[in-house]
């Protein structure tokens, strides 16, 4: 919008047509251009983990169309053994696409707070652990 002089408004983001083309940007390596000229889409990242949920969202829409994890509105619908097992499928396939999508392995906690909801972490003291080593 602005690289057209367009003002940051609502009412531009309205004007613009669906599916408008997306910026792309040289695939780039401490400041120089790839050798192999791969081009990247220029995206915002917001650091919510929305890449993590909707990757999980994906996942878990085609494994439930495949047969391969049934999902239920209601967890009462489910054995909760059956449940685990199929969320873990899918945190398996989730975590491993979102790694390739970014590029990278991170932290994996947004995908698996995307899959089970929540999060428990617990960090030992160093303390701890000092006798052991």
Do not use: W
Not at 54 to 82: F, I, N, P, Q, R
Not at 111 to 123: E, I, P, T
């Amino acid at each position: 919008i602005v690289a057209h002089g367009l003002p940051l408004t609502p009412e531009t983001l309205v004007s613009l047509p669906p599916f408008s083309p997306i910026t792309f940007n040289l695939g780039l390596a401490n400041g120089k251009a790839a050798e192999d000229n791969t081009c990247k889409p220029e995206v915002a990242k917001t650091g919510l983990g929305s890449s993590a949920a909707m990757t999980t969202a994906v996942v878990a829409s085609v494994l439930h169309y495949l047969g391969v994890v049934k999902l239920s509105v209601s967890c009462k619908d489910l054995e909760a053994e059956k449940l685990s097992a199929d969320l873990d499928v899918i945190h398996a396939v989730a975590q491993t696409a979102h790694c390739i999508a970014q590029g990278k392995v991170g932290s994996g906690f947004d995908v698996s707070a995307a899959v089970y909801g929540s999060q428990h972490y617990v960090r030992f003291s160093p303390e701890i652990l000092a006798v052991a080593q």
